[in-house]
């Protein structure tokens, strides 16, 4: 086991002891046709970089490899340092890989799905 | 550890979620409570795209993996004939009538069938080929079959798929792997058929020249439990490779969409590189698409965290398989991305072929398993000139650990920008299939092609194939066709 691993399971076992949920809780219902509406060039980058680079592990913003990004508040500012950083098991993407401008694109993206989702959520539950 | 990583941590504190995938079991949509209850499919526990509806078109189908229509515009639906997990049953070829009836048209033992076309009176049918070899076969009204082309190499994890008849002449269809990243090991041994063909291999289409990794392993061929094997890239399961060593390239080959005459005749080769190319459909702007599962987190060269592919096939083109995922090479890949949390840094296997691949058209989600595809052509249905496509869903924790189920619905996308939304998904907790959240919803999307019309989306739907603890088990007589119907369109 090497540094990276011990912090890894260091880490994981703070986040059991704090009662931090793992895996199913941290998922979202998946909503067909809640796709944000997209009003400028930005947010339409946005999710074209998202789908390149994100998509496959948070799949519409749900849950899959990765954890749902769509079911927390997290500041756009969090998200973006947990892009730069690459936490646990999700690559770490460097200014190589993204820009500032498309980070912050994704970022703005992100958000919109998530309010995407909130909006099908209401309309779902007023029906 | 690098400072980056560890800032990340603090990150996904404040965010709740440290370290989940390291820690916790699997979560895949296969890993489902057992007893399965029997299958009562229900459209209304489907979100489709508003303007949409569902509907049961038939059931207790015996894992159905494909569809077509006949000049009468009749569905006809193939069953595989078998399932991961070693259950063979017969391949078959149904036609379904006006009242739901099912009348067979021809079956047959060398299954996996994994898909069909019907084109100017004829069927052109895969026999996946576990057990005889991958074959094209046509068979006309008359119920005669004629053999277009046999001993496609489909003993290993993957089989021979396709198939898209083109206006040219010429089936075109796609070869799958023997293994998950070049090299045979104690997965294939597992899966069963290293058993039954322990000298099956990858073979290249080209020349390859290896960098001689080689991987050692146990060696369950062997009675003595201390035996170990050392196996390298392109050859049988405990023979090792030495760098510079030059594989033949032959045709037919693993990992290819290939063709054949619709009259028969030699296999040519179209494009290679690919892993598992399973779909295979002409876009209305006359290109040739294929679907593309990609690497596994399993075997003596697992590989983490790469998508599923939608691929625009170039002919002559080399896409990647087995130094590339994602269009990226995988050994200098940034931040180690595809290494796996307690693997090996992942080496390259060949040196450098050809040109470099390609970007995907679109990536699917991770272990997603992207499979049958269409593409709209009709104003009526909308979204035209997008990709319709089946995804099958995960096998975790056969393929690697998910955080949660991932596919078990068709998905949407364009193929100018690679953006994908869910079309078809099941309502509840998450995008899990029925017989985990005890729903009447999607199990497993193998399928999907649009009536002769383009009108109306039909939806082939495998059953029920559950991963438990490593076993997997497929239920017959839990097939569904559904279709997606446009709320103008009776």
């Known amino acids: 086991m090497n540094k990276m691993h011990i912090v890894l399971v260091a880490a ?40 390149r680079n994100c998509n496959q592990c948070h799949p519409g913003g749900a849950g899959g490899l990765g954890p749902a990004l769509n079911n927390k508040p997290a500041p756009k500012g969090a998200i973006a340092l947990v892009i730069r950083t690459g936490p646990g098991q999700m690559p770490r993407f460097s200014h190589d890989d993204l820009s500032a401008d498309d980070v912050d694109a994704i970022t703005d993206y992100v958000v919109a799905l998530r309010n995407a989702k909130s909006d099908a959520e209401e309309m779902a539950a007023a029906k | ?9 603090l990150t996904l504190f404040a965010l709740g979620g440290a370290g989940c995938l390291a820690i916790v079991s699997s979560q895949g949509g296969g890993e489902a409570e057992l007893p399965i209850e029997p299958r009562a499919p229900n459209p209304r526990d489907v979100a489709v795209q508003p303007g949409y509806r569902l509907e049961v078109v038939a059931k207790d189908l015996t894992y159905p993996s494909g569809i077509t229509f006949d000049d009468q515009g009749r ?72 053999v ?45 058929w290293l058993k039954r063909h322990p000298a099956f291999h990858d073979i290249p289409c080209k020349d390859v020249t290896l960098t001689g990794e080689n991987f050692t392993t146990d060696n369950p061929l062997t009675e003595d439990e201390d035996d170990e094997a050392v196996t390298g890239a392109f050859l049988p399961f405990a023979a090792a490779s030495t760098k510079g060593q030059v594989i033949k390239g ?74 590339f995922a994602d269009g990226h090479r995988m050994d200098t890949a940034s931040d180690n991305r595809y290494t796996p949390m307690f693997g090996d840094h992942i080496r390259s296997l060949v040196t450098t072929m050809d040109a470099p691949p390609p970007a995907p058209t679109a990536l699917f989600p991770v272990h997603s398993s992207a499979t049958g595809l ?7 249905f909308g979204f035209e000139g997008q990709a319709f496509v089946a995804l099958f869903g995960d096998m975790a924790a056969n393929v690697g650990k998910v955080l949660n189920p991932v596919g078990y619905s068709v998905v949407r996308v364009d193929p100018k920008t690679g953006v994908m939304y869910d079309f078809a998904v099941n309502k509840g907790h998450r995008s899990e299939p029925a017989s985990k959240n005890e729903g009447g919803g999607l199990e497993r999307p193998v399928d999907v092609k649009f009536d002769p019309a383009g009108e109306k989306l039909y939806i082939v739907d495998y059953g029920t194939l559950v991963v438990d603890d490593d076993v997997t088990q497929g239920y017959r007589r839990t097939g569904v066709l559904w279709r997606i119907v446009p709320d103008g369109v009776k």
């Open chain 2, 148 to 192: 277009l082309a046999e001993n496609l190499p489909s003993f290993g994890d993957h089989h021979t798929n396709g198939p898209a008849v083109g206006d040219d002449g010429y089936v075109y269809f796609g070869q799958g792997t023997a293994t998950n990243s070049g090299v045979v090991g104690e997965d294939n041994w597992e899966f069963g």
């Open chain 1, 12 to 51: 994981g076992a703070t986040a059991v002891a704090l009662g931090v949920a793992c895996g199913s809780q941290q998922s979202s219902p998946p909503v067909a046709g809640a796709e944000p509406k997209l009003d400028t060039a930005e947010l339409k980058h946005g999710e074209a970089l998202f789908m």
């Open chain 2, 250 to 323: 032959q045709v037919p080959c693993s990992g290819a969409v290939m063709r054949v005459s619709k009259d028969g005749g030699p296999v040519e080769l179209v494009a290679w590189g690919f892993r598992n190319p399973f779909g295979l459909r002409f876009a209305p702007n006359g290109k040739l698409y294929v679907t593309d599962n990609g690497y596994d987190t399993r075997g003596s060269r697992p590989v983490f965290g790469n998508a599923d592919w939608l691929w625009e096939v170039e002919k002559g083109r080399w896409y990647g398989w087995p130094d």
């Open chain 2, 1 to 9: 550890m690098q400072h980056a990583k560890l800032l990340g941590y």
């Open chain 2, 75 to 146: 569905a006809v639906v193939l069953e595989a004939g078998y399932a991961y997990g070693e259950d063979f049953a017969t391949g078959r070829l149904v036609r379904i009538e006006a009242d739901g009836k099912k009348t067979v048209l021809a079956q047959g033992k060398n299954v996996p069938w994994t898909g069909v076309q019907y084109q100017g009176g004829d069927f052109y049918l895969v026999e996946g080929g576990t057990v005889e070899g991958g074959r094209i076969v046509k068979i006309g009204q008359d119920g005669k079959r004629t």
């Open chain 2, 374 to 380: 269409d593409f709209s052509r009709n104003a009526k």
